[in-house]
T-cell receptor, first 110, second 113 residues
Framework: SQELEQSPQSLIVQEGKNLTINCTSS?????LYWYKQKYGEGLIFLMM?????EEKSHEKITAKLDEKKQQSSLHITASQPSHAGIYLC??????????FGKGTHLIIQP | GAGVSQSPSNKVTEKGKDVELRCDPI?????LYWYRQSLGQGLEFLIY????????KSGLPSDRFSAERTGGSVSTLTIQRTQQEDSAVYLC???????????FGEGSRLTVL
C-alpha cells in the first residue's frame, strides 16, 4: 500500500517566519494533494500536483513535486496565525483510494 | 445543501452497541470516501465508492465495519458491536471523479464508553 511519510510531525514557528513541510512516498506518486485541517474542523483542499517538477502557489503557500514524483514540499512564506493547523498530504493511486500521511501540526507563535 | 453533510455530528455509545453514521455527498459527485481520524493521528482510509462499481473495502479494519451507498448518493457507515478503539472522528468526502479535489464533511465524532 502507499506509504506517505510527513515531516516534521509538528512545527512551532514564530509569526513572520518561513517554513517547509515535507511529504515522501515509498512509491511513485500519480497525484499528490495537500489539505489543511483547522483544529476541530473539516479538511480544506489546498493544491494538487501531478507532473514531475510541478510547482503551484496560492497566496503565501507554495507546493512542489520533485522530478521523480516521490517527494513533495509545502512552503509557507511569512507565516501568519491563520496558517496554523494540520497539514496533510494525500496520494492518489490508480487502484486504491486516496490515502493520507499522518499530518504535520503547525503552530504559529505571535 | 452546498457541501458534504454528515450526521450525527456527535455520537456517544456504549461498548457493544451498533452505530450508524450517515453521509450525504454533494449532488452529482460520483466518488465517495470514508476516513477515520483518531486523536492526534492522520486520516485512515476506510472505504471508497465510485459510481456503480464495487466499493474498495480494503481499508475497513474488521468485519464489524460495513458501508453502503444507496442510489449512488447517500452513504451509511455501520459499526457493529462497537469497541473503545473505534472512538474517532469519521470523515466522509466526495468528489466529481476518482481523482481530484475531495470535499470533506465536518465529520462524525464517535465516542465509545
Amino acid at each position: 500500500s502507499q506509504e506517505l511519510e510527513q515531516s516534521p510531525q509538528s512545527l512551532i514557528v514564530q509569526e513572520g517566519k518561513n517554513l517547509t513541510i515535507n511529504c515522501t512516498s515509498s512509491k511513485t506518486l500519480y497525484g499528490l494533494y495537500w489539505y489543511k485541517q483547522k483544529y476541530g474542523e473539516g479538511l480544506i483542499f489546498l493544491m494538487m500536483l501531478q507532473k514531475g517538477g510541478e510547482e503551484k502557489s496560492h497566496e503565501k503557500i507554495t507546493a512542489k513535486l520533485d522530478e521523480k514524483k516521490q517527494q513533495s514540499s509545502l512552503h509557507i512564506t511569512a507565516s501568519q496565525p491563520s496558517h496554523a493547523g494540520i497539514y496533510l498530504c494525500g496520494a492518489d493511486k490508480p487502484s486504491d483510494g486516496l490515502t493520507f500521511g499522518k499530518g504535520t501540526h503547525l503552530i504559529i507563535q505571535p | 445543501g452546498a457541501g458534504v453533510s454528515q450526521s450525527p455530528s456527535n455520537k456517544v455509545t456504549e461498548k457493544g452497541k451498533d452505530v450508524e453514521l450517515r453521509c450525504d455527498p454533494i449532488s452529482g459527485h460520483t466518488a465517495l470516501y470514508w476516513y477515520r481520524q483518531s486523536l492526534g493521528q492522520g486520516l485512515e482510509f476506510l472505504i471508497y465508492f465510485q459510481g456503480n462499481s464495487a466499493p474498495d473495502k480494503s481499508g475497513l479494519p474488521s468485519d464489524r465495519f460495513s458501508a453502503e451507498r444507496t442510489g449512488g448518493s447517500v452513504s451509511t457507515l455501520t459499526i457493529q458491536r462497537t469497541q473503545q478503539e473505534d472512538s474517532a472522528v469519521y470523515l466522509c468526502a466526495s468528489s466529481w471523479t476518482r481523482t481530484g479535489e475531495l470535499f470533506f464533511g465536518e465529520g462524525s465524532r464517535l465516542t465509545v464508553l
